[in-house]
């Protein structure tokens, strides 16, 4: 025989976007409230999207999100994940605005310890900080701003990095084009010496453009100044 936990006939009704009659009097009040706790979680969450795109097309959004009956917790930490998340899969076309503001959420929160590691040496190994948060957008999505909502066209996708460094918990970023984000998935995978790198690298292009070598350098040696690039525990 079916039953329902206490408390579970509300949570549908304040989740689902089309629950049917409240459970009990006044559910309705408790839903509507919540829902306002949800848009004013995203507002937060999101400030960088709601200054250029508006308020207003945030709740336009939300409705949507809503609609598609999200989002499925209580938890309201988790909320702006699932609104990204939805966003993402079903092809809003600012997906990549949200995902580049919560980089960094993710960044800070990743769980890894760093205070006891450091930036590698002159010869030493070194491989991503463990807590790196990469993503890929069609667009330039750093160049948006409320005096210009969309960015000038970019030759290519763009790779985006966010890390939190050791020590002081700084969350800091990086964009790279696509060749220099490849290379980058090798230290991905392994520690490699700077100059075991920039070989590995190299030879996994079937034809690295000219100036190839000094980008990679350069782009290693800025990575290892603000340890996006550390010396892995394992090597002592």
Request: hydrophobic share 40%; proline share 10%.
């Amino acid at each position: 025989m079916g039953f329902s936990l206490p408390g579970e006939s509300l949570v549908r009704f304040v989740l689902d976007f089309d629950p049917g009659p409240p459970p009990f009097p006044r559910a309705d009040l408790y839903r509507g409230f919540t829902r306002k706790i949800h848009l004013d979680i995203l507002e937060v969450a999101f400030p960088r999207f709601r200054s250029v795109m508006g308020s207003a097309a945030l709740e336009e959004m939300m409705d949507s999100f809503f609609r598609s009956n999200g989002p499925q917790t209580l938890q309201y930490p988790c909320v702006p994940d699932e609104f990204l998340a939805w966003a993402s899969s079903s092809g809003c076309p600012d997906h990549d605005l949200l995902n580049y503001e919560r980089a960094a959420v993710r960044a800070e929160r990743h769980p890894a310890e760093l205070d006891h590691l450091r930036a590698p040496g002159e010869g030493e190994r070194g491989r991503l900080n463990p807590t790196i948060d990469v993503f890929v957008a069609e667009r330039a999505v750093h160049r948006i701003t409320p005096e210009t909502p969309q960015p000038p066209t970019s030759d290519g996708p763009q790779v985006y990095l966010c890390w939190r460094r050791p020590t002081t918990d700084e969350v800091a970023r990086q964009r790279v084009g696509p060749l220099l984000g490849r290379a980058l998935g090798i230290l991905g995978l392994k520690a490699l010496t700077r100059e075991a790198w920039l070989s590995r690298a190299l030879d996994a292009e079937s034809a690295a453009p000219a100036g190839a070598y000094e980008a990679l350098l350069e782009l290693h040696r800025d990575l290892v100044s603000r340890e996006g690039i550390l010396r892995p525990d394992d090597l002592d």
